[in-house]
């Protein structure tokens, strides 16, 4: 029995399988989500042929320190934010040294949401060697902490998929 739903774990499974078939590795650098990207895709067999790390950057800091996210970045526009994703990604990126990276950063609620920032916004970003970035900013809505987060995983997963039909040899 898999931890996740079953459209996550087969998003998952897909993955795997192409990326292990093209020798594509990735990094991911998670807020919100708390390492359940990374949890999806190891939930795999087969997995550490594709999965290099992952980094949960919950607070400022650990963006700041662990993946290079700018101070001035999050003292600007915050960590939810379209060019904190970015950076994240692009950081996940050089600190891995993987050929893809997948970054998450939002507000799952139920408290932490502002007018401007309301509970269930979250950036994903994902780069690659190849130079491809990508970003999308979800609006999850009505949706609980679980639901927003589990939501997150699957828009991330596919975002993955969508860098690799950019670059189909994953460089």
């Known amino acids: 029995m898999s931890l996740f739903p079953a459209e996550i774990e087969a998003l998952a499974a897909r993955i795997v399988t192409e990326f292990s078939a093209r020798d594509v590795t990735v990094a991911t650098a998670e807020s919100c989500?708390?390492?359940?990207?990374?949890?999806?895709?190891?939930e795999i067999a087969g997995s550490s042929?594709?999965?290099?790390?992952?980094?949960?950057?919950?607070?400022?800091?650990?963006?700041?320190?662990?993946?290079g996210v700018k101070a001035e970045t999050l003292a600007r526009?915050?960590?939810?934010?379209?060019?904190?994703?970015l950076e994240m990604a692009k950081g996940a990126l050089r600190a891995a040294g993987t050929r893809l990276a997948v970054a998450v950063t939002g507000i799952a609620g139920p408290g932490g949401g502002?007018?401007?920032?309301p509970v269930g916004l979250?950036?994903?970003?994902?780069a690659s060697?190849?130079?491809?970035?990508?970003?999308?900013?979800?609006?999850?809505?009505?949706?609980?902490?679980?639901?927003?987060r589990l939501a997150t995983v699957k828009t991330a997963l596919e975002l993955l998929l969508e860098v690799v039909r950019t670059?189909?040899?994953?460089?």
Not at 49 to 67: C, H, L, P, W
Not at 114 to 117: G, N, T, V
Not at 122 to 126: D, E, G, L, R, S
């Open 122 to 126: 979250v950036h994903i970003a994902a």
């Open 129 to 148: 060697t190849a130079g491809t970035v990508l970003h999308r900013e979800m609006r999850y809505g009505n949706l609980d902490r679980e639901g927003i």
């Open 114 to 117: 502002s007018p401007e920032k």
């Open 33 to 42: 989500t708390g390492g359940l990207i990374a949890g999806a895709l190891t």
């Open 49 to 67: 042929s594709v999965v290099d790390r992952g980094f949960v950057t919950y607070s400022n800091e650990a963006k700041q320190q662990m993946i």
């Open 167 to 171: 670059n189909p040899t994953g460089e």
């Open 77 to 85: 526009v915050g960590a939810v934010s379209k060019e904190t994703a």
